[in-house]
């Protein structure tokens, strides 16, 4: 699964996919909804791919996590992200035992569990999308800012 394309904007709920960019910005499709709209540059946009959890050694890609959801819950749906604060950070230490827990927040945790969700719901979670190297030495930045 290739997460270059696929956007997190900043003050607009679930995914987005790149389409076109353009002088001014870019065109963004809604993963939940298909809706195009229009982003500036003056928005905080983040790709999927350059995103990274915290760990107590290091830092671990969001594919790694998504792939970790994927093989507990056999490509399918993961727990919704409105559960009990607990349960999420329960069901995120079975996923990631080493995550740092003064660093993931249970927003951030609410915020991977949803995007998996809606990549799932977008028949982007399975087993062919996890075989692709290319898209886990993807290499580790932080959010982008347009």
């Known amino acids: 699964m290739s997460l270059d394309r696929i956007l997190a904007i900043s003050g607009k709920p679930g995914l987005y996919e790149l389409k076109v960019q353009t002088r001014t910005g ?8 298909g809706k195009r709209s229009t982003i500036g540059l003056k928005h905080n946009v983040s790709l999927l791919s350059e995103i990274s959890m915290y760990t107590y050694d290091d830092e671990v890609k ?18 919704s992200h409105k559960e009990d604060n607990a349960v999420l950070t329960n069901y995120f230490r079975e996923i990631l035992p080493e995550f740092d827990e003064e660093r993931v927040y249970v927003s951030d945790i609410k915020k991977v569990l ?3 969700n809606i990549l799932e719901n977008r ?3 399975t087993e062919e999308a996890f075989s692709d190297k290319a898209a ?3 290499p580790v930045a932080e959010s982008v800012e347009k």
């Open 62 to 79: 969001l594919f790694v996590v998504f792939k970790a959801i994927a093989q507990k819950e056999n490509f399918k749906a993961a727990v």
């Open 114 to 116: 949803n995007w998996y």
């Open 123 to 125: 028949g982007m979670i």
């Open 136 to 138: 886990v030495e993807t």
């Open 26 to 33: 870019f065109v963004a499709e809604s993963l939940v909804d």
